[in-house]
């Protein structure tokens, strides 16, 4: 019953997602006015704005202009609500499932901002920080010096290398953007894990590039952005950081 709660809670956050996704990078309110239809500007009713419901019943179209809706509305729905039912599983009813669903919720607008407009967007990564740190003092699965350590290391690290770079080559390599994900990554999960990130986010990233280049050919003009790969990497130390280090420790040499 617990994890029925938790699936729909995830997929109403997943609507919610939704609309942030959309207007964050227009610098529109979140809050108002209510959704409308993008092409004949009717607005939603609430019953035909039920997260994963509503576009199965509608089948994929607007009420009133029949017009197709995005398949990037149900698809954000169901990946949130699956990544509250996994946490929910994880943590159990308790303060550190809610900390660790906003930080994937997060990571999720993140990841499709970024796709689409190759921004990630300081209004959730710096606050974003700032939680991360507050919420290190009552979760019992991160201390307070460790969320330091994470920011101080995210942000440092992926700093030092954007400034290495476009000392180097005289020209923007990683974005201000990516820096201040890297920090809030680290107020959440901690030092250790903003290692693990960058090491899977560059591996994940390198082969994504290579396979791109190989199959679209050389070139291919669109910067693929990296929050993506930061986030996705982010979400694997989150589940697997422990098993990950034990495995190097052991078997490294
Ligand atoms: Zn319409």
């Known amino acids: 019953m617990a994890s029925v709660i938790s699936i729909i809670f995830g997929a109403t956050v997943g609507s919610f997602l939704n609309v942030c996704i959309f207007r964050l990078p227009k610098e529109e309110s979140i809050i108002w006015p209510g959704s409308h239809c993008p092409l004949c500007r009717k607005p939603i009713k609430f019953y035909d704005n039920i997260p994963l419901v509503s576009y199965l019943l509608l089948r994929g179209r607007c009420r009133y202009c029949h017009s197709p809706i995005s398949i990037q509305y149900p698809l954000i729905e169901g990946i949130t609500a699956l990544g509250s039912l996994i946490l929910f599983m994880k943590f159990g009813p308790s303060l550190s499932y809610l900390f660790y669903f906003s930080f994937v919720a997060g990571l999720i607008v993140i990841t499709v901002i970024d796709l689409y407009h190759q921004i990630i967007p300081d209004v959730i990564s710096l606050p974003g920080i700032g939680a991360g740190l507050l919420a290190s003092l009552i979760i019992p699965q991160i201390t307070f010096l460790n969320s330091l350590f994470g920011i101080l290391l995210g942000g440092g690290s992926l700093f030092l290398v954007a400034t290495l770079y476009q000392w180097l080559f005289k020209r923007e390599g990683m974005g201000g ?77």
């Open 177 to 253: 953007g990516d820096v201040k994900l890297l920090a809030m990554i680290g107020a959440f999960l901690g030092w250790k894990a903003v290692i693990l990130t960058i090491l899977l986010s560059s591996l994940i990233g390198s082969i994504t590039g290579i396979i791109i280049m190989v199959s679209k050919g050389k070139d291919f003009k669109y910067a693929i952005p990296f929050g993506p790969f930061l986030s996705l990497g982010a979400v694997i130390a989150l589940f697997y950081q422990n098993e990950i280090i034990f495995w190097y420790l052991r078997y490294r040499g």
